[in-house]
């Protein structure tokens, strides 16, 4: 097939969108399905008609580089789409679980120890009930709803006429013929146009793949025709008659039928000039909004994360209640593995993040990589036509890469922010497991007996206890925010002593910031029951030394 026979069908394709059986769509439990199967290199093979449905228009279109791990590409689906929902669920289980226990609806969960001073000095210890209902039900639902909620979404859309689709290349375009296969990929320019909004699954290696590129062209370059004419009919009150005719010539010129070079006339060019100046506001406005970039370490990270932390504060418990002397070696242990792997994210996170900002400024399509020439001077021509007027490819090339450097960084800066902000997914992630365990731990005060105190000293215990752990919530982003910092302050090394000197650094300042707020919230505390002669209601272990777990 020509390259001149390719590129007119693109651009044909691009003037006159796709009809709807030509255009497939996927759910985004299909996306989603088996751990993103379909994301991987050998799983291309795969019955086109019956996972895709026709459709007139895209609600996403997902961009992302073959390159790029699977199950990276994986958790950064499920970070964007399932995280939020699923810890609204899980919270909800978690608040529900500590109503059951207040209203003794619940049984006990596990053993603790109290230990007090009565008035003649003697230490007591009686055998109190422990709570991890919250930890437990709020958890199990949360990781229930995240790797569940494309599925739940399907169900809800079926029950409905409106169905989101998703654009996804392996599944939308025919992989087992070669024909169709190439038929699916020249009109992908089209399927862009017909796309509500654009997640791009960012690694270091997106920016070096044409095809990648070429997505972005399309989807940042103007609007369809009836936006444009929409546009024009729009300004016709802001002009002067002679300005009037002028855009009435430049509407009817720039008909589908009609190429670059035929508005290209001096009676059109102010009118083009005022229109075009006030188009381009709102289609930035519009289009980058829609523009979203997930850098794939992101989701990796706060995935991995929850469910490291989340077993790791369920063995803790465990521990307490089998072994509470091992429990301080644990928390030790626990920290500074902890902080290690706090340690490889953020300075990888800053690193690619420093990356991706070097990419951008220094973007050239002359340095994207494509393995087929055919698809390289096909892409070429294609954005020639979608960014020079006056079809001059190195115009064209200029214009394109001048707009990646410039719309994509904002949007990337809009999105992600400085270097040295926490995105609020990674915050809210550590808040929800210090929620759930602040509610086990009130809700074993509200357990306690009551002829160990009166009613006020509960009141006052119960009242303490929930400050510290809303305390411990706001740690966590303090705590984050510190391990960015620190990891900006050090960066990559070259040589691997140094890389190491690096690390301890980081795991000393993260571990001493740790071992400072947990001082702040619970030495008061262990203080105050230091007094002699002072009754003690506090337990001895319990939730709170999950809490510290969490912590440290």
């Known amino acids: 097939m020509s390259l001149h026979y390719r590129t007119n069908t693109a651009i044909l394709s691009l003037r006159h969108p796709g009809t709807r059986m030509q255009q497939r769509g996927v759910s985004l439990a299909t996306v989603m399905g088996l751990g993103g199967r379909h994301f991987g290199s050998d799983a291309r093979d795969k019955d086109h008609d019956a996972i895709s449905f026709p459709t007139d228009t895209f609600d996403v279109f997902i961009s992302h580089s073959w390159r790029t791990s699977r199950w990276a590409k994986y958790a950064a689906l499920l970070w964007h789409t399932s995280l939020v929902p699923a810890m609204c669920a899980g919270l909800a289980a978690g608040i529900l679980a500590f109503a059951m226990q207040a209203s003794s609806i ?64 392996c599944l939308c375009i025919n992989q087992s013929d070669a024909e169709l296969k190439q038929a699916g990929i020249d009109p992908i320019g089209a399927y862009l146009r017909n796309s509500d909004s654009m997640l791009v699954l960012w690694a270091p290696a997106y920016f070096t793949r044409l095809w990648c590129c070429f997505e972005l062209a399309v989807f ?28 009435m010539d430049l509407q009817r010129n720039s008909s589908p039928t009609s190429s670059p070079t035929e508005i290209n006339n001096e009676e059109t060019v102010p009118a083009r000039i005022a229109v075009e100046t006030r188009a381009q506001g709102t289609r930035n406005e519009t289009h980058d909004r829609k523009l979203v970039i997930i850098p794939v370490q992101m989701g990796v990270f706060t995935i991995v994360g929850l469910v490291i932390g989340y077993v790791f504060l369920v063995l ?23 902080c290690g792997g706090i340690c490889r994210f953020c300075r990888r996170y800053s690193q690619d993040g420093l990356e991706l900002s070097k990419q951008i400024a220094q973007f050239t399509v002359a340095q994207a990589d494509c393995h087929c020439p055919h698809d390289y001077e096909f892409i070429k021509a294609m954005t020639t036509c979608l960014y020079s007027e006056t079809l001059n490819e190195i115009e064209g090339i200029a214009a394109f890469e001048h707009a990646v450097r410039s719309r ?18 990674m915050s809210i992630s550590g808040m929800f497991l210090q929620c759930l365990l602040g509610l086990d731990a009130v809700a074993e005060t509200l357990m306690i007996p009551s002829h160990l105190a009166d009613s006020r000293v509960l009141a006052d215990r119960t009242a303490r206890q929930a400050a510290r752990s809303f305390t411990g919530v706001c740690v966590v982003h303090a705590f984050l925010y510190c391990a960015v910092v620190t990891s900006c302050l050090l960066p990559e090394r070259k040589s691997k002593l140094a890389e190491c000197v690096s690390n301890a650094m980081f795991v000393f300042v993260t571990v001493c910031f740790l071992g400072v707020c947990a001082g702040f919230i619970y030495l008061p505390a262990v203080l105050r029951d230091a007094r002699p002669g002072e009754r003690s209601t506090e337990p001895g272990l319990g939730a709170d030394a999950s809490q510290w777990a969490f912590l440290l």
């Open 106 to 169: 619940l049984p006990p969960f596990g053993p603790t120890v109290l230990t007090f001073e009565d008035h003649e000095s003697a230490a007591v210890s009686e055998p109190l009930p422990g709570s991890m209902w919250c930890l437990v039900m709020g958890g199990c639902t949360f990781f229930a709803i995240l790797f569940m909620w494309s599925r739940l979404v399907e169900l809800a859309e079926s029950t409905s006429w409106n169905k989101v689709s998703y654009f996804l290349d």
């Open 220 to 247: 940042m370059e103007k609007s369809t025709n009836a936006e444009f004419k929409s546009l024009l009919q729009n300004s016709y009150s802001e002009m002067n008659p002679v300005s009037v005719r002028a855009m």
């Open 316 to 338: 803790g418990r465990v521990m307490e209640f089998l072994d509470s002397g091992l429990i301080n070696l644990f928390l030790t242990l626990s920290a500074f593995g902890f």
């Open 408 to 425: 994509v960084q904002q949007n990337v800066d809009k999105i992600l922010g400085s270097r040295l902000q926490v995105h609020w997914r």
